[in-house]
């Protein structure tokens, strides 16, 4: 017993730094269709050689990748780039489609816990001023970050099932 408060602490400590590491995005990003959209993806430079990704998926934990690093792949309509001195991953998406707009996740892959951001992309006609189209404006919701269920409701609120 006499040993196990330092190993907790550790524990404790280990689990904070951890936890500490921060990624950053935009909670929602609009676009036009048949246009392209660019997402910055901010994050802490000890996280900087780390792999990272972006996927799409309601729920992260079952999010397909499109694209990923390292190299700055490139896929058949989007592209990642990694800004490591800048601590920042460009995430590039073209000729955009209706089957584009969901949610999607920045992701930084480390072993044990991913850091993960979410984004939701919404489409709109070109010349359509309005960052809710197609949508009733009576069921938008905001995006909230405060816990995942809520962005789950908020994006099912808005329209995104």
Known sequence: ???????????????????????????????????????????????????????????????????????????ERSSITDDKEAGVFTVTMTSLSKSDEGMYWCVISRFGRNNHAGVRLRLSNPGTSSSCWPCDRGKTALVSNVTLAGRMLSYLMSGGY
């Open 1 to 75: 017993l006499y040993f196990a408060a330092p190993v907790l602490c550790l524990l404790w400590l280990t689990k904070h730094a951890v936890d500490s590491a921060r990624l950053s995005a935009p909670e929602v990003v609009t676009g036009v269709y048949g246009g392209s959209v660019t997402v910055s993806c901010q994050y802490d430079q000890k996280l900087r050689n780390y792999t990272k990704y972006w996927c799409k998926g309601l729920v992260y934990e079952h999010c397909e990748i499109v694209v990923k690093t390292p190299k700055n792949r490139y896929s």
